[in-house]
């Protein structure tokens, strides 16, 4: 039998979804954790986050190159309205160091086909070879795209962009709105969803200032351990964990007032809890208009988790609400 490298702690198990549980003993617990390993960029072809459903039928998927990255762009079936198609732009997660434009491709075109908008995704360069700002500067450059080029060669709607991420794209999502917001002229956008985004890149382990670094030490997947090793990959210059373009919580007040509505889903049992939740607050103070929902007994990953999570599929239909909501297609 194969050595069990990633335990439930026996202090979370009492809190954990049961789902969960029975799909973590049966096929992650034996999966060796990346971050305990030395650095290859082979540990990037490992499987990602298991148990997603599969990849739904769109009209079209189509890959652009950008000066350093590419794209990847859904385009639901059927006639775009008369303005051109709304559009979704999207990070994906992974910590700055894995995943890539496939990763989240089940979660992408499920939003495409059920927001009917158009959904384009950034394959954005990741850490350790490519560090801070690489991914921020990719990110910016596909919202650029999208809103320079996107109705010659998608047919969007370039008055109709909402932008979001998940982990540390939800992390490039808040920074991208913030930028674009700065831009001149700006670009205006409609909304920005984060999902279990970074806010805070000085956050410590000893619960400080969010104590859910310390009430969720131990749980699944993204523990304490695996999140420093994230950073230091992304961020190994540690005067750069600070700046607002990487930690958008340190953003002035007069740019963070700028931000589009924005919706926040945190998970329960994930150490980011309340980085997440504290950067709604701070929006709200601005004036921005704010909604967050926090996901009972769930640890972080479970956006990829679809397939053999309840709590993946509720995840997943909230975030189809809400993009439609924003962009007028619900």
Not at 136 to 153: F, H, I, M, P
């Amino acid at each position: 039998m194969a050595e069990v490298a990633q335990p439930l702690h026996p202090d979370i198990i009492p809190r954990l979804d049961p789902e969960y549980i029975a799909f973590h003993n049966a096929h992650i617990a034996h999966i060796v954790p990346p971050h305990t390993l030395p650095w290859d960029a082979s540990l990037r072809s490992r499987p990602p986050v298991p148990g997603s459903r599969e990849v739904v039928e769109v009209g079209a998927v189509t890959d652009f190159a950008l000066s350093k990255s590419k794209i990847r762009a859904f385009t639901p079936k059927g006639e775009p309205p008369s303005g051109g198609w709304p559009v979704f732009v999207w990070y994906h997660g992974g910590g700055w160091t894995l995943g890539n434009i496939n990763t989240e491709n089940a979660f992408v075109s499920r939003v495409c086909r059920d927001a009917k908008c158009v959904v384009v995704t950034s394959d954005y360069r990741l850490g350790p070879e490519e560090p801070y700002p690489a991914a921020v500067e990719d990110a910016l450059e596909t919202l650029q795209w999208v809103y320079e080029k996107g109705k010659s060669e998608l047919n969007v709607n370039s008055n109709l962009i909402s932008v979001g991420g998940s982990s540390a794209g939800g992390n490039l999502a808040a920074i991208i709105s913030l930028k674009a917001a700065d831009l001149n002229p700006p670009i205006p956008l409609v909304s920005q969803v984060l999902i279990v985004p970074v806010t805070d890149n000085t956050a410590s382990e000893t619960g400080k200032p969010y104590k859910s670094w310390l009430e969720n030490a131990n749980t699944p997947w993204l523990n304490i351990g695996r999140m420093l090793w994230f950073r230091r990959n992304y961020l190994p210059n540690p005067e750069d964990q600070a700046k607002w373009d990487s930690s958008p919580i340190f953003a002035p007040n007069e740019l963070l007032a700028k931000s589009p509505p924005t919706w926040i889903a945190v998970m329960e049992l994930d150490i980011l809890k309340d980085e997440g939740l504290a950067y709604g607050e701070k929006l709200k103070q601005v004036g921005v208009e704010v909604s967050h929902k926090v996901y009972a007994k769930a640890p972080h990953p479970i956006l990829a988790m679809d397939r053999v999570l309840s709590v993946g599929r509720e995840l997943i239909s909230d975030i189809t609400e809400v993009v439609a909501k924003a962009l007028g297609t619900a």
